[in-house]
């Protein structure tokens, strides 16, 4: 028990670990924060400079930029309606609208601590309740996967503001905008109109670089004359009793994102958008109209995505299957240094899993530190006159766009989908889940294929499983209520109880 705890208290007690921490975590705030700049591409390249260094020094920094990273998405989604990563993708639903409004003091500050309670919830998940966890992981099959796929767009088309119908066309058309490029089954070209350049496919932060940023800075031209909005930074810090107020919705979307984290190759992205589907069903008085600026739509979408991350190494450490893009890279950083992810990791070498519990929680202080730190210079690019705004937007997804393969080709795609988003918005329709089903459509079909490839091309075969299986049952019954949910008979429902309440 000693010997758990020396190590647990590792990061906390050795001053290099500390430093190392706390830097990664500053680090990942910021590179989190430009679009563009994932944390994927900046744990890859930092498991290059680590290779010779002691493995828990390189662990600590890997960590904290992970932690960093993931919140650091969120400012601008909050400020600038560009989300730094796809897990702060629903942030900007709500986050950008209460920017506008000028609260962008308090709903970062609201953000930043709720993030944190969201990350402390998924280490002490993770410490408690891994082995469990990593053995729900594994019940998943390739079915279980496109049904939480068809989830997650049905989810999309539902959270879309207005019209059912339209936000459903915009995640369909995401879907296709994912599909294109080589078959991974059949290695033959998909949607590439006879093009070898379209052959790799469409890099999904292009996609999302366009359609928020430029399309945003497209659409405030219509506004060009319209004095910018002065934000409030008097009340950056939430109060006890705000927090307390969401205290309970934030515990019920960590645990959603702890266990959609847990799921191999899912991630913080589909667990933010359920965590937003579940506040908004479950919500009955926000504070405001959810897409309007509803303190819960932030709420929901930041703990999820931070609690994903302990549940994103659950199968990590116990399995040693990725939960997300990250954590692959992680499991390389450990194969470097002699270590072996998996079943026997918590046999040979059980300090590393109790040294990254007790680093993942000392990388969270760290980000209620730095998170809160500068969000008063970060309002004030919110004040700007849109003459300078809308150009520094422009600068900033041009070289977010330029940097995913340093090529220019990158940066037509941004423009491009830059038009396509302003037009959309034009008309009516949410770009969200355009993105959304960019990330997912791939996701389903490959799980669809394989789900069809183990009962012998069957779909009879398929069917019964779905029907007979626990788990695929349940997942199954989810969509049905959900697509129910939208009849026009429940609408009449609901607002009859309105009417009634």
Known sequence: MSETLSYLLMAWTTPDLMLLTALGTFAG??????????????????????????????????????????????????????????????????????AQRGEAGRAIGLSTVMSVIGGLVGVIVLACAAPVIGDLALKFAPRDYFLIAAIGLLLVGSLAAGSLAKGIFAAALGAVIGLVGMDPVTAQGRFTLGQVGLMGGIHYVVVMIGLFGVAEAFYQLHNLDVAPVRQKVDKIIPSIAMVLRYLPLSIRTSVIGVLVGALPGVGGDIAALMAYDHAKRTVKKPSRPFGEGAYEGLVAPETANSSAVGGAYVPMLTLGIPGDAVTAVIIGALVIHGLNPGPMLMVESPHIFWFTVGNLALANIFLLIFGLMGIRLF???????????????????????????????????????????????????????????????????????????????????????????????????????????????????????????
């Open 29 to 98: 705030i910021y590179i989190g924060a430009i679009p563009g700049l994932s944390v994927t591409m900046a744990v890859s390249i930092l498991v290059s400079f680590t290779f010779a260094w002691d493995v828990n020094d390189a662990l600590a920094l890997i960590v904290g930029i992970f932690i960093g990273g993931v919140y650091g998405g969120s400012r601008s989604a909050i400020l600038l309606n560009i989300p730094g990563a796809p897990s702060s993708i629903s942030t900007a639903f709500d986050g950008y609208p209460l």
């Open 379 to 501: 309002a004030k690019m919110v004040e700007m006159p849109k003459a300078v705004l809308i150009p520094l937007i422009l600068v900033l997804c041009v070289v977010g766009s330029y940097s995913i393969n340093s090529s220019m080709t990158e940066v037509y795609w941004m423009l491009g989908f830059g038009l396509l988003g302003y037009f959309l918005k034009v008309y009516g329709f949410q770009v969200g889940p355009v993105i959304l089903g960019v990330i997912l459509g791939p996701m389903m079909d490959t799980s669809y294929r394989q789900a069809m490839a183990s009962v012998g091309d069957s779909p009879v075969e398929l069917f019964r499983e779905l029907l007979t299986n626990p788990l695929s049952l349940l997942l199954t019954t989810g969509i049905v209520l959900i697509l129910l949910s939208k009849t026009p008979l429940m609408g009449l429902l609901k607002k009859r109880k309105t009417a009634h309440d």
